[in-house]
C-alpha cells in the first residue's frame, strides 16, 4: 500500500530563514507525489506534485521540494520563509484507485 | 475559473435534522470528491464521483448520502447525524480521478 510520513509535528523556523517540511513515502512502483498547504479554516491549497522528470520541481508561492529516490523523500523548501507560511503542511501520495493518501501533517510557524 | 465553491460555510444542526451540503465547480473536472477533517488532522476521504457515478464509498455511515446532479454539483445529504459527526467537510475537483486536486473552503458542521 502506499504511503507518506511526516515525522515532524511542528516546525519552527524564523523569518528570512531557510524552511525545510519532511515527507517520506513509501510506494510500489512510480511515486505520485503532492504536497498541500492549509492555512486556518480554509480547504487545501495545492503548491507541487512529482511525477517523473526533474528531481527539483518547483511550484506556487516560492515553495520547491526535492525528490530523492533512494532516501524516499520528498522534502518540501523555501529558501526564505515569510511569516504568512505560517500553515499546516500536507504530502500526499497517489494511492490505489487514484485516492489521495495523506501524511498525519507538519504545522509551520514562521516567527517575526 | 479555477475555484470550488461550497454552500453553507457554517452548519449547526440537531441530530434529527435532515441538510444538504453544496459543491459547484465550473472547471470541466469530471472527478469530485468528498472529504472529511478534524481538527490539526489530514482530511478523510468519503466519497469519489467519476463522470457523476459513484466510483468509491469509503464505507461510510449511510447518515451522508452524495449526489452528483450533473458534472459541476456535488450534494452530501445529511441525516441524524452525530455530535462526532462534526467536522469540516471538504469538497474537492480534479481533472480526472487521480489527478492534481482543487479544494473548496469547506462547510464547517457543528452536530449538536
Known amino acids: 500500500a502506499q504511503s507518506v510520513a511526516q515525522p515532524e509535528d511542528q516546525v519552527n523556523v524564523a523569518e528570512g530563514n531557510p524552511l525545510t517540511v519532511k515527507c517520506t513515502y513509501s510506494v510500489s512502483g512510480n511515486p505520485y507525489l503532492f504536497w498541500y498547504v492549509q492555512y486556518p479554516n480554509r480547504g487545501l491549497q495545492f503548491l507541487l506534485k512529482?511525477?517523473?522528470?526533474?528531481?527539483l520541481v518547483k511550484g506556487s508561492y516560492g515553495f520547491e521540494a526535492e525528490f530523492n529516490k533512494s532516501q524516499t523523500s520528498f522534502h518540501l523548501k523555501k529558501p526564505s520563509a515569510l511569516v504568512s507560511d505560517s500553515a499546516l503542511y500536507f504530502c500526499?501520495?497517489?494511492?490505489?484507485?487514484?485516492?489521495?493518501?495523506f501524511g498525519a501533517g507538519t504545522q509551520v510557524v514562521v516567527t517575526p | 475559473d479555477t475555484e470550488v465553491t461550497q454552500t453553507p460555510k457554517h452548519l449547526v444542526m440537531g441530530m434529527t435534522n435532515k441538510k444538504s451540503l453544496k459543491c459547484e465547480q465550473h472547471m470541466g473536472h469530471r472527478a469530485m470528491y468528498w472529504y472529511k477533517q478534524k481538527a490539526k488532522k489530514p482530511p478523510e476521504l468519503m466519497f469519489v464521483y467519476s463522470y457523476e457515478k459513484l466510483s468509491i464509498n469509503e464505507s461510510v455511515p449511510s447518515r451522508f448520502s452524495p449526489e452528483c446532479p450533473n458534472s459541476s454539483l456535488l450534494n452530501l445529504h445529511l441525516h441524524a447525524l452525530q455530535p462526532e459527526d462534526s467536522a469540516l467537510y471538504l469538497c474537492?475537483?480534479?481533472?480526472?480521478?487521480?489527478?492534481?486536486?482543487?479544494f473548496g473552503p469547506g462547510t464547517r458542521l457543528t452536530v449538536t
Open positions: 500526499a501520495v497517489r494511492g490505489s484507485w487514484g485516492k489521495l493518501q
Open positions: 512529482y511525477i517523473t522528470g526533474d528531481n
Open positions: 474537492a475537483s480534479s481533472q480526472v480521478e487521480g489527478e492534481k486536486q482543487y
